[in-house]
Structures are given as C-alpha cells and as structure tokens.
C-alpha cells in the first residue's frame, strides 16, 4: 500500500510559467514532508520542507502547500525555468516512528521548455 | 556535492552472487540510511543504522543484510542474487535520529544482475 502517491509521473511547463507538482499521503501520522530534486545519475537533493503545524512555506521561486483535512501537498515552482527539469520526489516522516526514515512517492517527471 | 560516498558506482553481476556495497556518510553524519530505487520507481526504504546500531527496518529481503561499522561508514550485502533485485541503491545520512533532519543522499550504486 502506497502511503505517499504522486498520481502525475510527468509534466511539461513552458519557461516561466508556473510548476504545480501534487502528492498526496493516507498515512495521518506523518507529521513532516519534503520535496527531493533528482538529476540523472545523482542522488536525490533536498529541495523544500514543511511541518505539519503550517500550511505553506516558501523558499525563493519555491513554494510547498500543505492541506492536512486532504491529505494533500503540493510544490510550486514560479517562474519555472529550463534548469528544474528533473524527477521531483515527494517525501513524509512521522515523529512518533522509529528513526527519521522518509516514505517517498514514486517522482513527477518536470520538464521545462525553453 | 552531498557529502556521501557511495562505492562502487556501477556493479554488474550473475544470478545467485553476492556483492557488497559501500556508503561513507557526510562527516559528523551519525545516521546512515539505505533505499532502494527500481525501474524509475519511488525510493523504498530498506534499513536505518544509528551509531553501529540498526534503529529501523523497512521493506528489506532476509538475503539482504547491513551494518554500519566503528567509522560510521555502512555497507549493505545483497546475496542469493535475483534479476529482480537490479535497481539503485542508495545511500543517506543525517546529523542524527530526529525527525527533523535533512537526508543527504550518496549518487547511488546500479546493480544489474544478468
């Protein structure tokens, strides 16, 4: 069963228009997510956070929404620009679980076109 | 550069092999992590190592094993071969076991099993 689902597995944006990546989660204990970056042959980066006691954080063109009643979040990037194309992982830990292991969602493709 | 060194980068062997791959955590980094990355899939965690100590457990097959020695560094031993388990490997650490740390993740081991 997949806790973290990312339903969209590619996007394509024009060059300065708005990225809106979508995740959702079914576990109601993660209580902290995160949004990774990936680039062919790296690992995954980390891109932007947010606690489960706010509903939006901000970090220069980047943007995470969290709606806890949905169960959903979401990363926006404005302006988008050709250098963001990459796989973008959607992440989620519980507090109260053993460790600090991340559950991740299967990645949205982002495709930025000049 | 996150800091993590995985070795080796690429890995190619038979069915039934054993092989053993090796992670050496950002410095200071207490936490070392293992995932588990298939066919552009999402990153499924495998097994968490604290201080030598392993501290959580995920989805991992009982031919596969992991420790983390004295010098923090961790390797993770993948025996009794299938093709199934071709996939990347990937490596994380953080500062320590808290929920709030960051993952900083190694570029990965491909194993492919012919």
Redesign the interface.
């Known amino acids: 069963d997949q806790q973290v689902k990312q339903n969209s597995p590619s996007l394509s944006v024009q060059e300065g228009r708005i990225s809106i990546l979508n995740c959702d989660y079914t576990n109601s204990m993660f209580d902290y997510f995160l949004w990774y970056k990936k680039y062919p042959a790296e690992g995954p980066t980390f891109l932007i956070s947010i606690s489960s006691i706010k509903d939006k954080n901000e970090d220069g063109r980047f943007t995470v929404f969290l709606n806890k009643s949905a169960k959903h979040l979401s990363l926006h990037i404005v302006p988008s620009q050709p250098g963001d194309s990459a796989v973008y992982f959607c992440a989620a830990s519980a507090s109260l679980s053993a460790g600090n292991m991340l559950t991740f969602g299967g990645g949205t493709r982002l495709m930025v076109k000049p | 550069d ?1 800091g ?1 060194t995985q070795t080796p980068k690429h890995l190619i062997t038979a069915t039934g092999q054993r092989v053993t791959l090796r992670c050496s955590p950002r410095s200071g980094d207490l ?1 070392v ?1 293992w ?1 588990q990355q298939s066919l ?6 495998l097994i ?1 190592y ?1 201080n030598g100590e392993e ?2 457990k ?1 989805n991992i097959l009982e031919r596969f094993s992991a420790q983390q020695f004295p010098d923090l560094h961790s390797e993770l031993n993948l025996s009794s071969l299938e093709l199934g388990d071709s996939a990347l490997y ?1 490596c ?1 650490s ?1 500062a ?13 081991t491909r194993l492919t099993v012919t």
């Open positions: 996150s993590v936490s992590y995932y552009d899939q999402g990153l499924q965690f968490q604290y501290r959580a995920g990937f994380a953080s320590s076991q808290g929920t709030r740390n960051t993952l900083h993740f190694g570029n990965g």
